[in-house]
């Protein structure tokens, strides 16, 4: 008997010794998955966070990206006006200018002319001045046609000048054609 209870408990203390060994590693994989899901509780709040901070971003760089249209837009045309400040200042003394002297208007009204064409070339404003060329209805506005020895719809006579800006028409140029001699 002695036999069989020593059996019979060392059966128990093996029995103990297996839940002891299952608790364990129970406790071990509770403890490990405690620990999976609070990493990942902060691996989503990073995310969310680095989330919340790229879209702040994008919506300044959107905000600042407008402001920066509507500026170019609303002052584009300073460096331009600048240029023309010397012409006005260079047009206001020839009229303030008491002295008689023709030839010396004359010279001032020049050189104003230059400071304009020279404004001009800083804007990339070009003239259009398309005498002998064929018309072109995006460049040319014909106001009349003349009998003339030229090929037909050959522009004779520019009647105002035309302007580009950049290739672009500012003003298409007030032209004369030529028609065919009855």
Do not use: C, W
């Not at 036999?3 to 103990?16: F, I, P, R």
């Not at 509507?70 to 460096?79: E, G, M, P």
């Not at 600048?82 to 260079?90: A, F, H, N, R, T």
């Not at 064409?117 to 002998?132: H, L, R, W």
């Amino acid at each position: 008997m002695q036999e069989n209870e020593n059996s019979k408990q060392g059966a128990v203390d093996a029995a103990d010794i297996a839940i002891d060994k299952l608790a364990e590693a129970a406790g071990v994989e509770a403890s490990d998955d405690a620990t999976r899901i609070a990493e990942l509780e902060k691996e989503v709040a990073e995310l969310k966070d680095n989330f919340l901070r790229a879209r702040a971003d994008a919506d300044n760089l959107r905000r600042r990206a407008t402001e920066d249209v509507q500026n170019a837009r609303k002052f584009a045309i300073n460096k331009f006006a600048g240029e023309l400040l010397s012409v006005k200042d260079s047009l206001e003394m020839a009229l303030a200018d008491q002295s008689g002297q023709f030839d010396a208007l004359k010279f001032g009204v020049d050189l104003t002319l230059k400071q304009l064409a020279s404004a001009f070339d800083k804007a990339d404003i070009s003239e259009v001045n398309p005498i002998g060329e064929k018309l072109d209805p995006h460049k040319h506005q014909a106001i009349s046609a003349e009998e003339s020895d030229a090929e037909p719809n050959t522009v004779i006579r520019v009647m105002q000048k035309g302007y580009t800006v950049a290739d672009r028409v500012l003003r298409p140029a007030m032209v004369v054609v030529a028609k065919a001699k009855s």
